[in-house]
């Protein structure tokens, strides 16, 4: 019998259930902290747009990204502290095989870390 290949659906709605800084990260002063983020995300001929936003936030900021088959990867820009240019934030993951979340990492500047998102 063959196997469903993992795909995003066009229009998807993910949540960030984890995301934690790695090692080095968190040894130059980044907190190890777990930060709720939902992403719609549309895709459309490989493209990826949409926005993310914190769990409780009104708004988002725009997402751009690509997709290819169960992988993803998208970004946007973020303000760490009010006088500070915003920076690219860029999420890199897999769909699992139970097409349920996305996995893979994230990084912020020269930090990253890992990150797990459940699809809604």
């Given at each position: 019998m063959p196997t469903r290949a993992a795909r995003l659906d066009p229009m998807q709605t993910l949540r960030q259930e984890q995301a934690t800084f790695d090692d080095a990260s968190r040894a130059r002063g980044w907190p190890e902290a777990r930060g709720e983020l939902v992403c719609?995300?549309?895709?459309?001929?490989?493209?990826?747009?949409?926005?993310?936003?914190?769990?409780?936030?009104?708004?988002?900021?725009?997402?751009?990204g690509e997709v290819k088959g169960e992988n993803i990867r998208w970004q946007f820009d973020v303000v760490i502290q009010p006088v500070t240019a915003p920076v690219e934030m860029i999420y890199t993951g897999r769909l699992d095989q139970t097409q349920t979340a996305v996995r893979g990492t994230f990084a912020l500047t020269d930090f990253g870390g890992d990150f797990t998102a459940k699809k809604q």
């Open positions: 719609t995300l549309k895709t459309d001929n490989g493209r990826v747009t949409g926005d993310c936003k914190p769990l409780k936030a009104a708004e988002g900021v725009p997402v751009a």
